[in-house]
């Protein structure tokens, strides 16, 4: 154990023996589930830094929706149900690509080169 973890571990300690950690909200309460178990356990952690960042949550949703539209229109036999989802699934994918779009994700060199590094181990 190097110095500095050992000087975290005494303050830690020193905190939790003076009560500092008495108050806390949900002291004594269960964790909230959080279920990674559809990632890759070596893609979890940068999940989670995502999802705390705030950039997971609005596009995964909105590409969940797609998917579960996308299927209920292979099942769809009413014609007028068609069209409403048909209309359904353009508004999600325009709300995607404004998400995307807002965001510049890959137009930077940087951001384009790891791009293509994820595209490569993916593909």
Known sequence: MDIFTQIAEDRIKKAYEEGEFKELPGMGKPL?????????????????????AGMVDQENDLKKELLTIQDLLKCCEDEAERKKLQQKLSEKQLALERIVKKRNIFNTSASQFYKDKVYKKLI
């Open 32 to 52: 909230p589930h959080d279920d990674l178990s559809d990632i890759p356990e070596e893609l979890r952690m940068a999940y989670r830094l995502l999802k705390n």
